[in-house]
Each structure stands twice: as C-alpha cells, then as structure tokens.
C-alpha cells in the first residue's frame, strides 16, 4: 500500500504532494514501482491535530477542506488507471462516503470508527472495505498519554471490541482488515513489543496491516547507535527492517512511503516464508 499525503503538515512528506499534479504523478510512479494499492490522505493525524469537531490552537480540517485535496486525486487516477485498487485514509463519514463514490474501494479510518459515530454505519452501506487501526487517544492527548501496561494485549482487547461496533452496525466480516496503530498514541517503548509480538493479532481472525514506514519510533531505536533521534528523512533502512519484521510475522498488507525499496525488501521476506513453507511440506 503506497502513501499518496495531499496535505500540508504530513511528518515526513507534508506539502509535496498537496498540488493535484503533483500527488497524481506521485501516486502513478508508485505504481510503477509495485505498489498494489495506493492509499489517499487529505488530512495529517500527526501528534497535535485538532481533529474535525474538536476546539484548539490550529484549526482542524473540515470534510469539504479535506474532499477538495482528495477528490481530484481520486478521480485523476481512476481515470488514468481504472483498475488501480484506492483507499482513502480518513475518520469522517462524509469523506468516506465521497470518496467510494469517487473510485475509492477501501476506507482506511485510523480511529476505527471512534473519531466520527457516523463512519460504522457509512462503511457497511457502502459495502466497501475497512481498515480499522487502534489509537489510543486523540492526538491533542498522545504526548501526554501514560505508558501501557501491556500494550499487545491492550491494542488485542481494544481492536476486539472495535470489531464487535463494527458487526453491530452492519459491516461484513470479508470487508475487514486490522491494523495494531504503530506510533498512535503509543510511547516510543510501546512500538517495540508491539513489533516484536505482531503475530498475536492473528488470533483476531482477520487480514492485518502494518504501518511502520518512517514513523518516530524507528528514529529513536537508531538513535541507541547515534545518540539522537534520526528524522524522518533518514529512517528508510530501519522502516524496511520493522516492515520485513512485520512481513515474517504474517503481515498481510504493509503501508509504505517508499514503495521501489519495501517491494524489493518484501520479495526477500516472502522468499524467506516460501522456503519455510516447502521445507514443512
């Protein structure tokens, strides 16, 4: 899954794509590269965000702001290349509910269902696919959230209970895909076990994404060996590692910034699970 970020304030791309022209070519070079799905955002949920509703210091992006960066996106590349599978990275029903209509198959709600009571309901209508990410929190609250106790069997339980608001509200059982929520509203010690235990999630019985491409906490896990926190310019090599990492442990979709290097790094862990699958056999 390539990350197509129409916006201005992304942490790692912000602003590059935010001109139509721009995010289009962006989203077809991915695919040259390999990507299978690309996933359009109008909207940065990165740590302080005011979110649609909320009241704070920014102002928070509002449904119609966030359609006109997704829309002509959505339309351009559907138009261009009609068999390309699109997801809209968004927590409002209102944008959902445009962007199917627009070529969109997949909603990607990283609040799973929480930020807007309206999407659960939106998403079975329409019959399309979800990815529900857990969070903890809002991200106004995320640096100032407590470190979990025991983070997997958290983000287990949560996803669970996500999952049963999901089938009370009408969506189907196929049209689900989880995601543990790396780096949302978790502290950076958080990421780790989740890292390393990733493959509990299984016992949830559903398809699983892993988001970890650039994120914070690979920056401060480099930085054991620089003695600072790399940016997010220069955490490629430890994205490819946590994604690999993810990928062994039965990862299902990966999401990606940098497409050509996880496509490449994923046929070397998809050999490795294919060697481990005939040596059984």
């Known amino acids: 899954m390539g990350v197509v970020n129409v916006t201005p304030d992304s942490f790692f791309d912000g602003g590059r794509f935010i001109r139509p022209d721009a995010a289009v070519d962006h989203a077809l070079r991915l695919l040259q590269e390999g990507a299978d799905i690309l996933d359009i955002g109008g909207e940065s949920t990165r740590p302080g965000t005011v979110l649609y509703g909320e009241t704070g210091p920014k102002a928070s992006v509002s449904p119609q702001e966030e359609l006109d ?3 002509p996106v959505l ?9 390309t599978v699109l997801s809209v990275d ?11 209509r627009a070529g969109a198959e997949i909603v990607n709600d990283v609040s799973a269902f929480q930020w807007d009571p309206a999407m659960a309901a939106t998403c079975a ?6 990815v529900m990410m857990h969070t903890r929190g809002r991200p106004t609250q995320w640096r100032s959230l407590h470190k979990s106790i025991d983070i997997v069997s958290e983000v ?5 209970n996500r999952v049963q608001v999901a089938f009370e509200s ?10 543990p ?4 509203g978790k502290n950076f010690e958080d990421n780790d076990p989740l890292l390393a235990n990733f493959r509990q999630f299984h016992r949830l019985g559903f398809p699983l994404l892993a988001g970890v491409s650039r994120k914070s906490f690979i920056g401060r896990v480099i930085a054991q060996r620089t003695g600072h926190d790399v940016p997010a310019g220069e955490r490629l090599n430890g994205s490819l590692a946590a994604m690999t990492a993810c990928i062994l442990q039965g990862a299902h979709i990966v999401r990606v910034h940098d497409v050509k290097e996880s496509v490449e790094a994923a046929a070397v862990a ?7 699958s005939s040596q059984r056999h």
Request: proline share 2%; aromatic share 6%.
């Open 125 to 130: 209508e329409l019959g399309c696919g979800v």
């Open 181 to 184: 929520g790396f780096g949302f």
């Open 270 to 276: 998809d050999a490795v699970l294919a060697g481990e």
């Open 170 to 179: 009408g969506v189907q059982r196929d049209r689900i895909v989880l995601d």
């Open 156 to 160: 287990e339980h949560e996803l669970a």
């Open 75 to 83: 339309e351009a590349i559907s138009k261009e290349r009609p068999d």
């Open 69 to 71: 960066r997704v829309l």
């Open 90 to 100: 968004t927590y409002k029903a209102e944008v959902a509910r445009a962007a199917v």
